[in-house]
T-cell receptor
Framework: DAGVIQSPRHEVTEMGQEVTLRCKPI?????LFWYRQTMMRGLELLIYFNNNVPIDDSGMPEDRFSAKMPNASFSTLKIQPSEPRDSAVYFC??????????????FGPGTRLTVT | AQSVTQLDSQVPVFEEAPVELRCNYS??????LFWYVQYPNQGLQLLLKYLSGSTLVKGINGFEAEFNKSQTSFHLRKPSVHISDTAEYFCAVSFVLEYGNKLVFGAGTILRVKS
């Protein structure tokens, strides 16, 4: 199994530009999570999907952030327009999570975003 | 309210010494417990988990953790650490809610192993 795949691994962009981060979850997993990690705020859950449907997006910082999951094998996190304070490592994770059952999440390697 | 607290932000320790990383949680519902490790410039990987049964759980790389329900704790231990154990460790608690499980991560503890 290839694990969770994220691209790009590093992204440097200028303030105001659109940024799109991509994630391919582990085949067969039905839940997908986007996290942001910074020194100041630690690991924050931004949004999670179950069976391609957004369940909880309360962690999305503002309207500049949007996430989609058009099918079970692909998700995107978009920031438009980007700002320097968006600089962070963004992780995607997936799990097989039947409702009510315990589950563990499998993390991708992350995308390090730098907005100048 | 559900919360997870890792009491130490950094723990320095000499090689071959024992270590304990502390994790406490607050919950009025059932929980499942996890420890993850993050090596520099990598994603998080599962170290061990407690779902049910024996309260002493063994994981990879010689780590173990003990679930203490009365103290709402799930401390991580290793009897003898190696330089390669230097990493950040995250405690995570899955709270069993009516609408499904919610996984909450602690702030992390950086373990620095010195020679």
């Amino acid at each position: 199994d290839a694990g969770v795949i994220q691209s790009p691994r590093h992204e440097v962009t200028e303030m105001g530009q659109e940024v799109t981060l991509r994630c391919k979850p582990i085949s067969g997993h039905n839940s997908l999570f986007w996290y942001r990690q910074t020194m100041m705020r630690g690991l924050e859950l931004l949004i999670y999907f179950n069976n391609n449907v957004p369940i909880d997006d309360s962690g999305m910082p503002e309207d500049r952030f949007s996430a989609k999951m058009p099918n079970a094998s692909f998700s995107t996190l978009k920031i438009q327009p980007s700002e320097p304070r968006d600089s962070a490592v963004y992780f995607c994770a997936s799990s097989l999570a039947p409702r009510g059952a315990p589950y563990e999440q499998y993390f991708g390697p992350g995308t390090r975003l730098t907005v100048t | 309210a559900q919360s997870v607290t890792q009491l130490d932000s950094q723990v320095p320790v000499f090689e071959e010494a024992p270590v304990e990383l502390r994790c406490n949680y607050s919950s009025s519902v059932s929980v499942y417990l996890f420890w993850y490790v993050q090596y520099p410039n990598q994603g998080l990987q599962l170290l061990l988990k407690y779902l049910s049964g024996s309260t002493l759980v063994k994981g990879i790389n010689g780590f173990e953790a003990e679930f203490n329900k009365s103290q709402t704790s799930f401390h991580l231990r290793k009897p003898s650490v190696h330089i390669s154990d230097t990493a950040e460790y995250f405690c995570a608690v899955s709270f069993v809610l009516e609408y499904g499980n919610k996984l909450v991560f602690g702030a992390g503890t950086i373990l620095r192993v010195k020679s």
